[in-house]
């Protein structure tokens, strides 16, 4: 089994998500916990988070759903919560666009605030909060730790969007003046999970973490470039598929990915998908 994990790592390092940190705060400051974000969802032992938006729905990466169908149980609030359905945006293209999917749960989650969807198209220029299990390590070196070596430890970081146009968000790894208090980028291991900021209702969710882009030598060096999924963008889809009946949610989506992450194949996802996934 060490094997497959060791696969797994790989395959999730490279769409992303964990906490890279700046190299000049220390670690403890990026420290967090459940309270810190409260509808985070987590798929596996190592990592791949969604967020929940409505008492029976989750929303993610569709990249991150590869081992999440009917019958998997994911945590939330320190809960496992089973799942009924997963629905991967029919356009999802691997490493450009459209990496979003909903879950639905098979009971209502009555014991956490659900986050909403943002639904303004001024997202540029905001600072958002990001948070998740996966890798870790500073700029200066890129990820160090990977999302099975980091335990479970949860971090939150924030950054920047400096590009909000279509389906994509983005925002870049500054150090110095230029970066913010606790800046921070995505590492291997939390994919799926949110960009957020909070308002006085609760908490608002812009993004969900898809991959790095560019050119770079290891993932969260200072430059690298985050790109997430713009969930203004993909608000109609998420709306109709949540209140249409079921027969409908099938022609607006793909029950599961047509394509896996690298380095996972149908003959080992099986073996994959029970190494890491949750159990009741």
Known sequence: MKNVVFTLGLSLSFFAEGIVIRHDVDDVKYLANQQDFPPLAT?????????????????????????????SFVSLAGKTRKVTNVYVNPDYTPGKSHDIALIELQEAVTDVAPASIYLKSDEQGKNIWFIGIGGTGNGLTGQTVDNAANKGILRKAQNTIIEAKGPLIKFKFDKGDNALPLEGVSGGGDSGGPAYIKNGSGFEVLGISSRPEGSFGNI????I????????????????????????????????????????????????????????
């Open 220 to 223: 969260g060096e200072y430059g």
């Open 43 to 71: 798929f596996y032992v190592d990592g791949a988070h969604g967020t929940l938006i409505k008492p029976n729905w989750i929303i993610t990466a569709a990249h991150a759903t590869f081992c999440v169908k009917a019958g």
């Open 225 to 280: 470039t985050e790109v997430y999924s713009r969930v203004s963008y993909f608000s109609s889809w998420i709306d109709q598929l949540i209140e249409a009946t079921p027969a409908a949610r099938k022609a607006i989506s793909l029950a599961k990915l047509n394509n896996l992450p690298a380095g996972v194949t149908e003959d080992i996802l099986p073996m994959v998908c029970n190494d890491i996934g949750l159990n009741q």
